[in-house]
């Protein structure tokens, strides 16, 4: 299936993901649903679009959105760091809003629904690299609620048939990526801390590994995706089936801005953080013939070209960032 002039709905369209999707998306005909709170109207500037302000959980604006639509990619999601302290918001936005949104989908009948996920979903890996049939066992209500959201787009393919698509992204990075509240990402939060010259702030002894894949080309596949009938029914990863630890990031960040001499503070741990993550990508290779071009140390350059360009006052970021981005379980947390 080709994407070119259909009407594609993308859910969470006005964040870091879903924004650079929509640049990838400009032959179609295009409206995010986005409620802005952790997305920006901003990263759709330029975009060719039409941006409607709204929740995924507003059942009447989801029909009537899901009427005009032939494809869905849903990206809409509150992250991993807020559900450690609002747990219940991440069921109902990540796994009670994507039923909601399988409901419609399926009552319009569209022609694809395209379900991102997240390695969160597979819990510190067990064996790595991680293909796609490696246990789930989720640390965070953030990867269990993706889980809950997979299993849901499962059984609407085997219940209703819907044509749906399971794409599970590893880390990634670039820009109009987070380093603010609790949505900051490593990654940014380390530059805009280099480049205000402070010293990195690591949890844990700086050993735990992510797999990074630059934003630009995790949306780029996310269309191929979509295109790609074999996919329908399918889960498929998509990482840089490259390894790289928290510290091994730090040195890079810091090379890059010109300040190795900063050496990082270690802290306790953060609660739920998974030990390590690698992808395993035959799947994505054998049917979307995919291959990523731009390497970790790549993409810090790029992003931090793009902070510098965006920020000549670097400052001015540093007070979005906080040191501690979760907050520790409390009882009456919801
Ligand atoms: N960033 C990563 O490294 C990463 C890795 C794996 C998977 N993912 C997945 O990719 C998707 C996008 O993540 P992102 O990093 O771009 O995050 P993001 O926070 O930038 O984007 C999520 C978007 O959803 C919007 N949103 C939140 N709740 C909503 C609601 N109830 N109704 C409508 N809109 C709502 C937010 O305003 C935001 O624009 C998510 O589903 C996430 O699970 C991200």
Not at 15 to 20: A, D, V
Request: net charge negative.
């Amino acid at each position: 299936m080709q994407l070119q002039g259909k009407s594609v709905l993308v859910t969470g369209g006005a964040g870091f993901i879903g924004s650079h999707l929509v640049d990838q998306l400009s032959d179609c005909r295009v409206r995010v649903l986005d409620n802005l709170t952790t997305g920006k109207e901003a990263n759709l500037a330029g975009a060719n679009c039409e941006f409607v302000r709204g929740d995924i959980l507003d059942r009447t604006l989801v029909a009537e959105l899901m009427r005009d639509a032939d494809v869905v990619f849903h990206l809409a999601c509150r992250g991993v760091r807020h559900s450690i302290g609002n747990p219940v918001e991440s069921h109902l936005v990540n796994a009670e809003g994507t039923l909601r949104l399988l409901v419609e989908a399926h009552r319009a009948g569209v022609e694809r629904f395209v379900h991102v996920s997240s390695s969160e979903v597979y819990g510190t890996a067990r064996y790595a690299p991680m293909d796609e049939q490696h246990p789930t066992f989720p640390e965070t209500v953030y990867g269990a609620a993706k889980l809950a959201g997979e299993a849901y787009v499962r059984a609407y393919r085997q219940t209703y048939g819907l044509p749906t698509v399971v794409v599970r992204p590893f880390n990634n990075f670039g820009p109009r990526s987070h380093h603010e509240g609790d949505s900051g990402e490593v990654i940014p939060r380390f530059a805009v801390w280099a480049l205000n010259g402070k010293p990195p702030v690591i949890f844990g002894d700086g050993s735990q590994t992510r797999d990074f894949i630059y934003v630009e080309e995790t949306a780029a596949w996310l269309r191929r995706a979509a295109e790609c009938d074999e996919l329908v029914g399918q889960t498929v990863n998509l990482g840089s089936g490259v390894e790289t630890s928290v510290a091994e990031l730090a040195t890079m960040i810091y090379e890059e801005v010109g300040r190795a001499d900063l050496r990082p503070e270690f802290q306790p741990r953060r609660p739920g953080d998974v030990d390590r993550h690698l992808a395993h990508v035959q799947l994505a290779r054998d049917v979307l013939d995919f291959k990523t071009r731009i390497n970790v140390r790549e993409g810090i350059g790029r992003l931090i070209a793009h902070l510098r360009s965006t920020h000549a006052n670097p400052a001015e970021l540093l007070s979005e960032t906080s040191t501690i981005n979760w907050q520790p379980k409390e009882r009456s947390a919801a």
